[in-house]
């Protein structure tokens, strides 16, 4: 089975300055998605970013983007100029190709924004 | 406006009092999912469905129950809930399986006395 490992339960930052929240995964597939998704304090779930397994390019969204080493199954996800509406829990999750339909969570990161 | 809706919001109850978190989607999406979220462990799929009257078990299913007897509508049933089920319970909803974006439902905290 996929897992999915967040090892940093809480992060902080100062305003505008830049994070790296860290997300490893186990798998034998090789062709799989890879997401980032924010939870506010609302509990409302964001996508962040999106990241497909075989395009080399690492995914980017404004502010966010994610450094994909496929090889070393990590996906960490670079929140820059942060700010205060950047705090929130932070999840990881992966979905594979064969095991369609399920969606593996990792235990989540909580991100504190300090003005 | 596109959404999923999970009803109800909140809810205490007692141990074995059987229950349903209704959840819809407006999106005519094909899949559908449930998760629960706890502490220290993120979002656990419980079960999903890929289209309708096709469900399947995700990483903790016992306890639960499922039906998709219509596209929109995917309610969780807890039969015969206990203490361990309380959690916060989050409907999902995309185009095509889990590889699409996920529209999530607000979220349903559900406690069981």
């Known amino acids: 089975a996929q897992t999915v490992t967040q090892s940093q339960p809480e992060m902080s930052v100062q305003e505008a300055e830049t994070v790296t929240l860290s997300c490893t995964y186990d798998?034998?597939?090789?062709?799989?998605?890879l997401f980032w998704y924010k939870q506010p304090p609302s509990r409302q779930m964001i996508l962040v970013i999106r990241q497909e397994a075989y395009k080399q390019q690492n995914a980017t969204e404004n502010r966010f983007s994610v450094n994909f080493q496929k090889a070393a199954k990590s996906f960490s996800l670079k929140i820059s100029d942060s700010q205060l509406g950047d705090a929130a829990m932070y999840f990881c999750a992966y979905w594979g190709g064969t095991s369609y339909g399920k969606l593996t969570f990792g235990q989540g990161t909580i991100l504190t924004v300090h003005p | 406006e596109a959404q999923v809706t999970q009803n109800p919001r909140y809810l205490i109850t007692v141990t074995g009092k059987k229950l349903t978190v209704t959840c819809s989607q407006n999106m005519n999406h094909e899949y559908m999912s449930w998760y629960r979220q706890d502490p220290g462990l993120g979002l656990r799929q419980i079960y999903y469905?890929?289209?309708?009257?096709?469900?399947d078990k995700g990483d903790v299913p016992e306890g639960y129950k499922v039906s998709r007897k219509e596209k929109r509508n995917f309610p969780l049933i807890l039969e015969s809930p206990s203490p361990n089920q309380t959690s916060l319970y989050f409907c999902a909803s995309s185009r095509a399986g889990g590889a699409n974006v996920l529209t999530f439902g607000a979220g349903s905290r559900l406690t069981v006395l």
């Open positions: 469905s890929m289209n309708v009257e096709v469900t």
């Open positions: 798998t034998s597939e090789s062709d799989y998605y």
